[in-house]
């Protein structure tokens, strides 16, 4: 285009709607309508891991509940097509004055989703000190025993288990136990 910077705007969109907003900004997009103006859109999803009958399922759950990001140039129709999208309650800045998103807020933003994408599977809620888990891989599975010790940075515990009629400290990763 002439020169004008493609920046990041917040829509804000009704709850659990996030996904339609970006289908029809999408179909928008391929439809011509937006394509000289809107590079992207984006949802910020995380990954987290759930127990469900038993099984370990990682499931994406959005990470700004409400909020829709785009990457456009927002002149002429631009803010009023996209503040009318389908499920879109509004802009940040309002229609007249939209808000870019500052470059450090969006580094931030994406490189939350990056590190979240890239950690995957082992972002969890971290266990307790104290709290009755029951080892499920390794030679000691099947075994229970009390957590003594949480590691959240590499994401390991010491888990008191009785062998033997002995207490024997095991150092074992957040995904060789699960909660009795």
């Known amino acids: 285009m002439s020169g004008i910077d493609y920046n990041w705007y917040v829509l804000r969109a009704i709850t659990g709607k996030e996904s339609k907003v970006k289908e029809y900004i999408d179909a928008e997009i391929k439809n011509n309508t937006l394509s000289?103006?809107?590079q992207q859109v984006l949802i910020p999803m995380e990954k987290v891991l759930q127990t469900r009958n038993g099984k370990r399922v990682v499931?994406?759950?959005n990470m700004m509940s409400g909020y829709v990001l785009v990457q456009a140039q927002m002149v002429g129709e631009v803010p009023s097509i996209l503040r009318n999208t389908p499920n879109v309650v509004g802009i940040l800045g309002g229609i007249?004055?939209?808000t870019p998103l500052r470059q450090a807020?969006?580094?931030r933003i994406l490189g939350k989703v990056d590190e979240l994408a890239e950690e995957g599977a082992d972002a969890m809620v971290p266990?307790?000190?104290g709290e009755a888990v029951k080892v499920t891989e390794g030679p000691f599975s099947?075994?229970?025993g009390v957590v003594d010790e949480v590691n959240n940075e590499k994401k390991?515990?010491?888990v008191m288990v009785k062998v033997f009629g002995r207490n024997t400290p095991l150092v074992l990763?957040?995904?060789q136990v699960e909660r009795e």
Do not use: A, D, W
Request: glycine share 8%.
């Open 105 to 107: 807020e969006v580094n």
């Open 96 to 98: 007249e004055n939209p």
């Open 156 to 158: 390991k515990l010491t």
């Open 142 to 144: 099947g075994f229970s």
């Open 127 to 129: 266990f307790v000190v």
């Open 36 to 38: 000289s103006y809107v």
């Open 173 to 175: 990763g957040f995904m």
């Open 59 to 61: 499931k994406e759950r």
